[in-house]
């Protein structure tokens, strides 16, 4: 399940009317942890904004999911209620939860949080819509470089298993083996995460001199 924690930046921007004004704004991003997520943001938006700029607060939020949509350039937050029914007391329950639903303006915002939950098959009620001033929303990266020097990525993983001597060991029997005439074909295999590609090299016997 997504943790989306919620990252005050605070840094002079240039306004309309050609005044430059100290503004804190907020940004959602999906990580680990408030160090991850404070990284991410800083990432995102230092290509974007001229000079100096420095993390105000960093909290994690109640936000349980998000309804996106490309065309909103606005973010609204759904205080919904799941209705269940008490079986001893025959009461019913409340269970509040936050949805972030992307859209446009209000009343998009609400058909978009409808479109969302269809096939939910709860009971539920809406409590509160409101407009937030979040900016911009940023997604898990797992390519992120982690702060915990004991959390390594995928490539430092890779890295590592490559130096163990286990597997340079492989490696030069393999090259031996090459050379003896002992391998006929290799087969090497890519992955860019997405697609994974193959391709065979014929290793030419050697010349018998004899």
């Known amino acids: 399940m997504a943790q989306w924690i919620e990252v005050r930046v605070r840094y002079e921007r240039m306004m309309e009317n050609g005044i430059v004004k100290r503004v804190t ?7 680990l942890s408030c160090t991850e997520a404070e ?23 109640k936000i349980s999911e ?41 009343h998009q915002a609400y058909v978009n949080f409808e479109e969302g939950m269809k096939g939910t098959m709860a009971d539920y009620e ?11 929303v940023y997604q898990y990266n797992a390519d992120l470089t982690p702060k915990d020097e004991n959390d390594k ?7 590592k298993i490559l130096q163990s001597p286990e597997v340079k060991r492989h490696v030069k ?16 295999t890519a992955s860019d995460g ?5 391709a065979t090299l014929e290793i030419p016997k050697p010349k018998d001199n004899g």
């Open 25 to 31: 704004e907020p940004y959602l991003a999906d990580a």
């Open 66 to 106: 998000i309804f996106w949509d490309e065309t909103g350039d606005k973010f609204y937050k759904v205080k919904v209620n799941f209705i269940s029914l008490d079986e001893k007391s025959g009461t019913e329950k409340k269970n509040a939860s936050f949805i972030l639903v992307q859209a446009s303006s209000f």
């Open 153 to 159: 990525t995928p490539k430092q993983e890779a890295e």
């Open 173 to 188: 029997e393999f090259i031996d083996a090459c050379a003896e005439g002992g391998v006929e074909s290799v087969t090497m």
């Open 39 to 61: 990284a991410r943001v800083t990432e995102e938006l230092t290509p974007f904004i001229s000079g100096e700029f420095r993390v105000t607060a960093v909290t994690v939020t």
């Open 194 to 198: 997405k697609t994974v590609q193959s």
């Open 126 to 136: 809406i409590e509160q819509i409101c407009e937030t001033k979040i900016m911009d």
